[in-house]
């Protein structure tokens, strides 16, 4: 597994330099539980986001709040970092 800080260390070279790194997972997950949450409740966003079986429209939730799950229990991490590039 690689961890952030070897992210940021190949990430930083004489050209790029990292000038911002914030760990957006509590956001993130709230967005996964509002987008699972949408394809129960909106009809419109359901049938833009499953055209095909309710199979597909089961798997999607699932995942949704799956990965939402993982979020919130600090087993998976989102970030944004934001890199400049040196002139």
Known sequence: MVGLK???ASMSTSRASIQNATDVSEAYAVSLRKQEQDLVDDKRYRQEQ???TLN???QR???LI???GLTCAGLLQRWRIVVVVNE
């Open 6 to 8: 070897h992210i940021i």
């Open 50 to 52: 499953n055209q095909s």
């Open 56 to 58: 597909c429209w089961r």
């Open 61 to 63: 939730r699932l995942l």
């Open 66 to 68: 799956w990965e939402a």
